[in-house]
């Protein structure tokens, strides 16, 4: 049987999940490519449906915060250049964000969340 390459790897998830502010958080460029999306579309979709993404599921990363996760996360490097500060979903703003997408892959977390 072949494998399902649009899976999303709960080890995938875990390596992307980073302690900030005491909250266990997945920055918005990591949470759009496990849902096939660019980190434009999913942000677009969360200004869209802004009442669904209280402060509590997503918020925005300060400056300090921006450049601390530039330095200790290689695979975010890009984010030093980028002019938007990124955004941070908890758990429940990541289930949100696969309710608001129409990817395969966010499709297929929603079905695993319910």
Do not use: W
Not at 13 to 27: K, M, P, T
């Amino acid at each position: 049987m072949a494998k399902d390459s649009t899976a999303i790897v709960p080890a995938r998830v875990e390596q992307r999940i980073l302690s900030i502010r005491g909250q266990q958080v997945i920055i918005d460029a990591d949470l759009a490519d496990l849902y096939g999306v660019s980190t434009k579309r999913l942000n677009e979709q969360v200004k869209r449906n802004s009442e669904r993404f209280p402060d509590d599921f997503v918020f925005r990363l300060t400056d300090e915060e921006k450049s601390e996760l530039v330095a200790n996360c290689g695979h975010l490097a890009k984010l030093k250049f980028a002019k938007s500060r990124p955004s941070a979903f908890t758990e429940h703003g990541a289930v949100m964000a696969a309710g608001v997408l129409n990817s395969q892959q966010a499709k297929q977390k929603r079905a695993k969340a319910k």
